[in-house]
């Protein structure tokens, strides 16, 4: 029942803000030191310039100095004579770039971008970095920004209604059999899903920015309509650059959320939320960001299912998604949540935790005028723990139960923003209790649109 083998959020919260405001105060001082010791430095260096302005070494150190201190004219200044001697530095046309980014003259800061992606010796490193602040102009020049998204299709599903592989099943502790209709069951249906976001920009020199998104999917399944689905979610709110000059792209980002959903026809379920995520950019263009977020979630019973209402509770999941580089047309991209539902009844309540790893590869097509198809074969495992014996199933075994995914997804855009999607996926679900052992081989396949 609810108030047992629950944890409280409180001591971690309480360790976490003192935790913050130590490490706050100590880099404080860090920095206050850190800023005397660049003063003396650039004072230095100034002096040795204006005796050699050819040592193009020394000129560069000199605007290093000048940027740590917040010098960005003199700054800019080292560098550009360094390219009146040079043209050919990729590394200095980068730093030109980031210092007029910094100043907000971003047409400038794009030139110099740009000329630094275009010299062929130009390091992978400077490419990356290149490229995420060239997104970030594109973001900033626009004040309000809109994308959407679409899919519209067939799915067939071997394990349609997610029945166990067999009829003979736990009920009460005994062997008992299942009746057909919920043993595994192969299905199809048409679905389709539309995702759009909205960014509100605030056209501050920070670049803090506001956040929308509303996605809603429907499937209508061919024969067993107790699964058709309907869903729509808003999520909405800030991403705040925390320190804009000296971690460009590091953000912020507290937000609420609301969902319905329909299942068999009938309201199932409601939820209220909200979480935070920090986005953490780094120079070789791998981003991570870790997030938290709780959910509000309330079952209501249907024909179909009459003890929905007994998952009512709470989920909180807390982890880290994260995407990079790994060799020329090839990246990754993964994502660790560990999930905790705290649902009405203990039976229903879990321990989760759940792992996903992907490789995305750009393919170039060879026909004149195509562009590039990702194709991004992932695998993933979960692992979820249940609180407490379900007297119905087995009155004397906890349910446990490991899932194994392993799939591939294209996305073939074939003209303009029209393409073709399609996802291949096999499931398996090893549980201690029969009745949840499961596989599952999907295909989802239909035309894309995005804009």
Known sequence: MLGRNRFSLKPFA??????????????????????????????????????????????????????????????????????????????????????????????????????????????????????????????????????????????????ANAGPSSSLVRGAGLDVILDRRYVRQPDWNAFGVAAIRHVYDFENQRGDVWETSLVGYAARQFHVTRLDLGLAEIQTGPRFALFPDQWVGLALRPYVLANSVALGGSPYLRTLGGGVSLSMPFPNGAVLEPFFEGRQRRF????????????????????????????????????????????????????????????????EMPWPGSRKWVLTPYAGVSSYHYDQPNAIIDPNVARRDREWRVGTVLDAQIFEGAGLGLQVQYAVIDSNIRNYDLKNFSVVFGPTVRF
Do not use: C
Not at 44 to 55: D, H, K, M, T, W
Not at 68 to 90: H, K, S, V
Not at 148 to 156: A, E
Not at 317 to 345: E, F, H, K
């Open 14 to 159: 309480f360790r976490l803000v003192a935790a913050l405001a130590i490490a706050l105060s100590l880099g404080s001082a860090v920095a206050r030191a850190q800023t005397m010791v660049a003063s003396a430095e650039y004072d230095e260096l100034f002096r040795r310039v204006l005796r050699e302005p050819a040592n193009l070494d020394l000129s560069f150190r000199f605007a290093e100095a000048a940027t740590r201190i917040g010098d960005y004219e003199a700054a800019i200044g080292a560098l550009e004579r360094m390219l009146f001697y040079n043209p050919n530095l990729p590394r200095v046309k980068l730093e030109l770039g980031i210092l007029y980014f910094r100043l907000g003259s971003y047409e400038m800061a794009r030139s110099y971008f740009r000329g630094a992606l275009a010299a062929p010796d130009a390091p992978l490193e400077i490419r990356g970095r290149v490229e995420g602040f060239l997104a970030e102009i594109e973001r900033r020049l626009s004040t309000t920004q809109w994308s959407v998204y679409g899919q519209t299709g067939l799915r067939h599903q071997s394990n």
């Open 300 to 363: 209501g019973n249907t024909r179909d299912y009459p003890l929905a209402d007994e998952q009512t509770g709470r989920l909180w999941s807390t982890g880290i998604t994260g995407q990079g580089p790994v060799w020329g047309p090839i990246r990754w991209q993964t994502r660790l949540a560990v999930i905790r539902d705290d649902a009405r009844r203990d039976y229903d309540s879990y321990n989760q935790i759940a792992l996903d790893v992907g490789f995305p590869v750009e393919l």
